[in-house]
């Protein structure tokens, strides 16, 4: 199996075949990531649509040898930092966003109230910790998908584990 | 090693998808753990945050939306392409005009003889050559902006084909 990195120097010669192969092969989990972070499955498909326009359209320029995962959750991350900022959403991110979730009866209060402690963090703090849980990305991952310094990666997701914590014991 | 040092590592760890648990740990982590109450604490609160995070489940997404992210991507990767398909375009649009102006230099000039037929009776040889004059920088200014368009029709063509619906 062909690596990102060699399907995207690919792309910058040109070649269809190898875009269609990322396409399929990154688009599930960056739908995913983008309903994460807009909180809508509709707003997460058009920035799915934009990332991969923006993905062909910086082919040519792509730096060969650059990690290839990292830059796509960055384009992602960066048009849905974006859409907040125009639409401030944040306040009223919709809970319907994940249609296979089980419904909250089936949960304890614990784990539901986490989850809205975890979506009400500030955006910078939430994409590290999802980017770190559901993506498995290493701080060095992150820093390049954010283009942060690495320092600022742990800081963060420290912060966002502090701050979820300090929540977490003054329940009940 | 510190607390603060602990929990990070902590951290680190348990919110690795798949990570080895508490028994492939370094020793050290292991002891400070069990005989810590707050780093005890703190592996409880990320088991709590782990199991909530998993819990939510991920949206589902239809193939054919993939397939329209494929088809849409496909397009614009090929709108994007080195500007010597421009070239190409532009080249090709000059030869079709190039072949259309004798035609078109053919038909100016009949239409000219018949007109200089009609009119060398009725007018005098000033004013002949004046409507000639006009006449042939009529043509030559249309003919002119035609092919001075052909480059902004290329370009406007390309980005038609660029812009996906
Ligand atoms: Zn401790």
């Given at each position: 199996?062909?690596?990102?990195?060699?399907?995207?120097a690919?792309?910058?010669?040109?070649?269809e075949?190898?875009l269609g192969?990322l396409?399929?092969?990154h688009?599930?989990r960056?739908?995913?990531h983008?309903t994460r972070?807009?909180?809508s499955g509709?707003?997460?498909?058009d920035?799915l649509?934009?990332?991969?326009?923006?993905?062909?359209?910086g082919?040519?320029?792509?730096?060969?040898g650059?990690?290839?995962?990292?830059?796509l959750?960055?384009?992602?991350?960066?048009l849905?930092?974006?859409?907040?900022r125009?639409?401030?959403?944040?306040?009223h991110v919709?809970?319907d966003?994940?249609?296979?979730q089980?419904?909250?009866?089936?949960?304890p209060?614990e784990?539901?109230?986490?989850?809205?402690r975890?979506?009400?963090?500030?955006?910078r703090l939430r994409?590290?910790?999802?980017?770190?849980?559901?993506?498995g990305?290493?701080?060095?991952?992150?820093a390049e998908?954010?283009g942060?310094p690495?320092?600022?990666?742990?800081?963060?997701l420290?912060g966002?584990?502090?701050?979820?914590?300090?929540?977490w014991e003054?329940?009940g | 090693m510190?607390?603060?040092a602990?929990?990070e590592?902590?951290t680190?760890?348990?919110?690795t998808p798949?990570?080895?648990?508490?028994?492939?740990?370094?020793?050290a982590?292991?002891t400070?753990v069990?005989?810590c109450t707050a780093?005890a604490?703190h592996?409880q609160?990320l088991r709590a945050?782990?199991?909530?995070l998993?819990?939510?489940?991920?949206a589902?997404?239809?193939?054919?939306?993939?397939?329209q992210?494929r088809?849409?991507?496909v397009?614009a990767?090929?709108?994007?392409r080195?500007?010597r398909?421009?070239?190409?375009?532009?080249v090709?649009?000059?030869?079709?005009?190039?072949l259309?102006?004798?035609?078109a230099v053919?038909q100016a000039?009949l239409?000219?003889?018949?007109?200089?037929a009609?009119?060398?009776?009725l007018?005098?040889?000033?004013v002949?050559?004046?409507?000639?004059?006009?006449?042939?920088?009529t043509?030559l200014?249309?003919?002119?902006t035609?092919?001075?368009?052909v480059?902004?029709w290329?370009a406007?063509?390309?980005?038609?084909?660029?812009?996906?619906?």
């Open positions: 199996m062909e690596s990102d990195e060699e399907l995207m690919a792309v910058a010669r040109g070649d075949r190898a192969i396409v399929e092969r688009t599930p960056l739908h995913a983008l972070m807009t909180g509709d707003d997460a498909e920035l649509q934009e990332t991969w326009l923006r993905v062909a359209r082919a040519r320029s792509f730096q060969e650059r990690p290839v995962r990292p830059w959750f960055g384009i992602a991350s960066n849905a930092r974006d859409f907040h125009r639409r401030s959403v944040r306040r919709r809970h966003a994940s249609p296979g089980t419904p909250p009866g089936a949960r209060l784990t539901i109230a986490l989850r809205d975890v979506r009400r963090l500030p955006d994409e590290i910790l999802w980017l770190r849980f559901y993506e990305f290493t701080e060095a991952e992150m998908a954010l942060i690495r320092g600022t990666v742990k800081s963060r420290h966002a584990i502090r701050e979820l914590k300090r929540g003054g329940r | 510190s607390c603060e602990v929990q590592e902590l680190e760890r348990l919110l798949g990570a080895p648990g508490p028994e492939h740990w370094d020793p982590l292991r400070h069990q005989a780093c604490g592996v609160f945050l782990t199991t909530s998993a819990s939510a489940g991920a589902a997404l239809a193939p054919a939306h993939i397939a992210s088809a849409r991507a397009r990767l090929r709108a994007h080195p500007s398909a421009f070239g190409r375009e532009l090709g649009a000059v030869v079709v005009l190039a259309g102006l004798p035609l053919a000039w239409i000219a003889q018949g007109a200089a009609l009119l060398e009776p007018l005098p040889e000033a002949l050559i004046a409507l000639g004059v006009f006449y042939a920088g043509f200014l249309m003919v002119g035609l092919y001075a368009f480059p902004l290329v406007a063509v390309r980005r038609a084909r660029m812009e996906v619906p």
